[in-house]
């Protein structure tokens, strides 16, 4: 699979099937973080890579509500950083950037690899610093909910899930997003 392959076919599914995850699987991914590039090098990301049965079953209390097809997660991967572990260059704070792009590069080698890699915003950073011993004075930026593609839909989705699951939803057409040479340009 190319780039581009891996980026049309990933996708934020929510029917998973549980499947096996194996150090080499951690290991890789990992490494695809590793690999990204970030503002003078500082490698600002971190991750708790979630999947002993115990840890993943008290991550269920960290979910939202609306999240709970996210139970079928085989495994959760933390994602987390601070200010202080990259560039702040007046104003402009690159931690969020650059631990954004390593942690696309994860989810598009999952994808790559097989697996639906679900980056969400719905939990609660207090219980997931808690459950996972993660120091109080970072932000949890995500959570990605990794699984296997199921064929049957999860009955916990809601109507916008299940039409969700069936086709991507819609996208803003280039012209609303993209400039050619200056601002007043539109492709
Ligand atoms: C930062 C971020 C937070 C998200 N949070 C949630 C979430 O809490 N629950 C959920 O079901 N999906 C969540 N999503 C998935 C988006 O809803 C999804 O990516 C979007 O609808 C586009 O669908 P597609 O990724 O399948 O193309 C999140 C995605 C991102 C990047």
Known sequence: MDVKEAIEKRRAYRSLDPVEIGDDLIQDLAECARLFCSCFNNQPWQYVFV???????KMHDALSQGNEWARAASMIIAVYSKPEFDCMIK???YYLFDT?????AIILR??????????IAGYSPRKTKE???????VEVITL??????????????SEKQIQAEKERPERKPL?????????SERI
């Open 91 to 93: 104003g402009r704070n």
């Open 131 to 137: 459950i996972l011993g993660i120091p109080d004075d």
């Open 144 to 157: 990605v909910i990794v699984g296997k593609h199921s064929d049957t839909l999860s009955p916990v989705l």
């Open 51 to 57: 999947r002993d049965a115990e840890m993943l079953k």
């Open 175 to 183: 012209q609303e997003f993209v400039h050619i040479d200056r601002y």
């Open 100 to 104: 954004g792009m390593a942690t696309a």
């Open 110 to 119: 999952a994808t790559e690899l097989g697996f639906v890699a679900h980056p």
